[in-house]
Each structure stands twice: as structure tokens, then as C-alpha cells.
């Protein structure tokens, strides 16, 4: 069955940094685009980025513009997000989610599927 796993959430102090990192088991990534996703307390599930199989980023949170990277390793069948300059707005549960091929200039979270389990993520001093 493919699933992705999230893993490297945890509890970080503002200004720091955290990784994530989404791998897939039993199907190979590279015929797909992965976004990643957050949800707030008490708000709903929005996407942050999304990369495309050819490696073609989309930005759908302008507030992590210049702090937030996501990237692929196809030889690790994983995708990363690496989140600097932590925020406690930035406080959420993190998905990540496959998607064949390309990402959309809008992200239909029902064209994504399998979803990871989340990853907590809390930034508080």
C-alpha cells in the first residue's frame, strides 16, 4: 500500500529551526509532487509548498516566504521541509500529501492522496 510517513516534528523555540521529512513506502515518489500542509489550532488544513516529480516548486503561504524550503531526494524516496526562523504562528499540524506529477496553481486538497499521519509542530519559548 502507498503511505508516507511524516517524521521531525517536535517542540522548537522561536527562531529556530526544525526539518521534516515525508517518505513514501511501497511506491517510488518520482512520479509524484508532494505539498506539504499545515493546520492550526482551531483552523482549517491549508497547503505551504508543494514540488512537483520534475522539482518545480509552488507557494501557496506567502508567510513563509524566505524561511520555509521544501526539497526532494528521489534515491530516499523522501521530500524535506526545512523550516527556519520559526514563528509561533508556524505552531501546527503538518501533512504531507502525494499528488501524480504537478502541483496546481491552486491546491485541491482532494486531488492529494495518500496523506502522511501529521507531525506536530509547537514553536514556544
Known amino acids: 500500500q502507498f503511505q508516507l510517513v511524516e517524521s521531525g516534528g517536535g517542540l522548537v523555540q522561536p527562531g529556530g529551526s526544525l526539518r521534516l521529512s515525508c517518505t513514501a513506502s511501497?511506491?517510488?515518489?518520482?512520479?509524484?509532487?508532494i505539498g506539504w500542509f499545515r493546520q492550526a489550532p482551531e483552523k482549517e488544513r491549508r497547503a505551504v509548498l508543494c514540488?512537483?516529480?520534475?522539482?518545480?516548486?509552488?507557494n501557496y503561504d506567502d508567510s513563509v516566504n524566505g524561511r520555509f524550503t521544501i526539497s526532494r531526494d528521489n534515491a530516499k524516496n523522501t521530500v524535506y521541509l526545512q523550516m527556519n526562523e520559526l514563528k509561533p504562528d508556524d505552531t501546527a499540524i503538518y501533512y504531507c500529501?502525494?499528488?501524480?506529477?504537478?502541483?496546481?496553481?491552486?491546491?485541491?486538497?482532494?486531488?492529494?492522496?495518500?496523506w502522511g499521519q501529521g507531525a506536530q509542530v509547537t514553536v514556544s519559548s
Open positions: 500529501a502525494a499528488k501524480l506529477f504537478y502541483c496546481d496553481g491552486t491546491p485541491y486538497q482532494t486531488d492529494f492522496g495518500p
Open positions: 514540488i512537483s516529480s520534475t522539482g518545480g516548486i509552488s
Open positions: 511501497d511506491t517510488s515518489l518520482d512520479r509524484y509532487a
